[in-house]
């Protein structure tokens, strides 16, 4: 069964930093489609960065330059450093793995706040 458990938000202040981690079991998914999305309060789901059949790389145009995605396989992590953090930043952000259908994990909540 594939699980996914997010960890590293919290609350930040503007132009600070954070990673979050993002750990899959089941088995290894280096080739899959994996990534983070996040959801603002009252906002609808947006991608942030994602791999692409766990190669290709995608980012939001508004977080481009400052977050970073990367992945351990042997970890069956994906990591997503997140730098120069702004107020509009704020949301749950929902780790997603594509095998064969969308798994979500329950999220992580990051606070960019002064």
């Known amino acids: 069964q594939v699980q996914l458990v997010e960890s590293g938000g919290g609350l930040v202040q503007p132009g600070g930093s954070l990673r979050l981690s993002c750990v899959a079991s089941?088995?290894?998914?280096?080739?899959?489609?994996m990534g983070w999305y996040r959801q603002a309060p009252g906002g609808e789901r947006e991608l942030v960065a994602i791999?692409?059949?766990?190669?290709?790389?995608k980012y939001a145009e508004s977080v481009k330059g400052r977050f970073t995605i990367s992945r351990d396989n042997a970890k069956n992590t994906v990591y997503l450093q997140m730098n120069s953090l702004k107020p509009e930043d704020t949301a749950a952000y929902y780790c997603?793995?594509?095998?064969?259908?969308?798994?979500w994990g329950k999220g992580t909540l990051v606070t960019v706040s002064s």
């Open positions: 089941g088995r290894s998914f280096s080739l899959d489609t």
């Open positions: 791999f692409i059949n766990g190669v290709l790389t």
């Open positions: 997603l793995l594509h095998y064969g259908r969308d798994y």
